[in-house]
């Protein structure tokens, strides 16, 4: 299985970029097409990453194209348009993309916390929705003030309450969190601050104590980093990495003394392509995810099946089941039931982005639908509503043990209570600065 992994990820390495444009062009003419902009990296310091991710988003698309014929019998186009993980590449991505299609983009999914921000105020005017899943601005999950932005499943806020839920346990409860001291090395970006005022707010309630250590982008050099984390001598580490950045900081921590078993990753920093080049130096290491990896779900054999064994898919059959590729389909598969939801109300046609964020705004994903789509235990449910963007996902841990990810934990339930006052708190703030008033949502 290692070994396997190290070749796929040589592969991955050594891969150029796809063609700017990956679009679907089957059937044309067939009737009508549902055009959904893909905006990856698949070139810069972050591809370990956003290749895995995208190829697993496109195959899933192809899937539903080649099983179903489409959502609802309207087939999916796409284009891809190559960001290098840059904001303003991002901003140009949007702009010629947002007009594509029958409809106009129905939603983009930025995959990058600066990415989302660069667009954030272009949103209303055009009408066009962001998925932004496990990850982006946070406060964007008061859907009253930010009616375009879906930070889905679990925000960054949730997920680190989650995260200090995980760590209690492991001492025994939250009331044994009191004295310990926790280091929070993160990327020194908009992505890696994100969490700073959740981690204050509750370090004043439980009593621990937390420095943060900023590592500048890309993260390849970090040895002054966890000097100073050794000086600290903290009783956990926080790792908020992205990129080469992740297994940069396994081996830094293992070569000043830190041990990978006091180490826990956000879900940016739990993926294969993060721990097999680490070696022994991440054996033991533990993070967080929204979804499980494997391929031992039907609708990921589907994947296998109507996709890989047909000669189509988008990247090398190794990494199917894997982190970033299991996450780039979980992205698609909600971005599908987004707009099927819609479909639902304004019919099996092209929709337009607004009508898209009408369907995201009202996706309830039960265990029932879950479990008819061949996810049961892959992805938990999610119920979208006008003030909550959020939708109330779960967090679960996994460790790695040299040769794959291990369950870590059951499915914890984020700390919902204290972050949704301070996302109202946040949201509030912002709708002050910009001049916005506030929808009111019917009950």
């Known amino acids: 299985m290692r070994k396997c992994l190290i070749v796929a990820l040589a592969a991955l390495f050594l891969a150029g970029p796809v063609p700017a444009v990956a679009q679907d062009q089957s059937d044309e003419g067939a009737g009508a097409e549902q055009f959904i902009p893909i905006t990856s990296y698949r070139t810069g310091p972050y591809a370990v990453g956003g290749i895995p991710f995208q190829d697993g988003f496109v195959d899933y698309l192809k899937m539903v194209n080649a099983r179903d014929g ?3 019998g309207v087939r ?4 891809e348009c190559e960001t290098a993980y840059k904001p303003d590449r991002f901003v140009e991505c949007y702009e010629r993309l947002k007009n594509r299609g029958e409809r106009g983009a129905s939603v983009f999914n930025p995959l990058g916390t600066p990415l989302t921000y660069a667009v954030i105020d272009r949103l209303p005017a055009d009408k066009i929705p ?8 946070t406060d964007a999950s008061d859907g009253t003030v930010f009616p375009y932005v879906f930070p889905l499943m679990v925000n960054y806020w949730s997920q680190n309450t989650a995260k200090i839920r995980y760590i209690a346990g492991l001492e025994g409860g939250l009331e044994n969190l009191e004295g310990l001291k926790i280091a929070n090395v993160h990327h020194d970006s908009a992505y890696g601050k994100e969490t700073a005022p ?13 420095e943060h250590f900023p590592v500048v982008h890309p993260g390849i050099d970090q040895k002054a980093v966890w000097l100073n984390v050794r000086r600290y001598r903290p009783d956990y580490v926080i790792l908020r990495g992205w990129g080469v950045m992740n297994q940069t900081a396994l081996k830094e921590a293992a070569r000043v003394g830190v041990p990978a078993d006091k180490i826990v990753g956000v879900w940016w920093s739990c993926a294969e392509q993060d721990t097999v080049p680490a070696g022994d130096a991440a054996v033991g290491y533990t ?5 499980n990896n494997g391929t031992d779900f039907p609708l990921m054999q589907d994947i296998l099946t109507h996709v890989h064994d047909a000669g189509d898919g988008t990247g090398p059959r190794e990494t199917v089941g894997t982190g970033f590729y299991n996450r780039g389909v979980i992205n698609a598969f909600v971005t599908v039931e987004a707009i099927r939801t819609g479909m639902g109300r304004f019919g099996a046609r092209a929709l337009s982005g607004e009508e898209v964020r009408w369907g995201i705004e009202n996706m309830e994903l039960t265990d029932a639908d879950i479990a008819a789509a061949g996810a049961t235990n892959l992805v938990p449910p999610i119920n979208v509503t006008c003030a909550d963007h ?3 996902g779960k967090v679960l841990f996994v460790r790695w043990t040299g040769e794959s990810f291990e369950t870590a934990s059951e499915w914890l339930e984020p700390d919902r209570d204290l972050v949704r006052g301070m996302i109202e708190e946040s949201a509030a703030q912002y709708a002050a600065e910009k001049g916005i008033t506030p929808r009111t949502c019917e009950s």
């Open 70 to 72: 489409g959502i609802e």
């Open 76 to 79: 999916i186009t796409w284009e």
């Open 130 to 137: 962001l998925i932004t899943l496990g990850y982006g601005r």
């Open 198 to 210: 959740v981690l204050a707010k509750q370090a004043e309630r439980y009593g621990f104590e937390v």
């Open 287 to 291: 993070c967080s995810t929204f979804h």
């Open 390 to 392: 959020e939708g109330g």
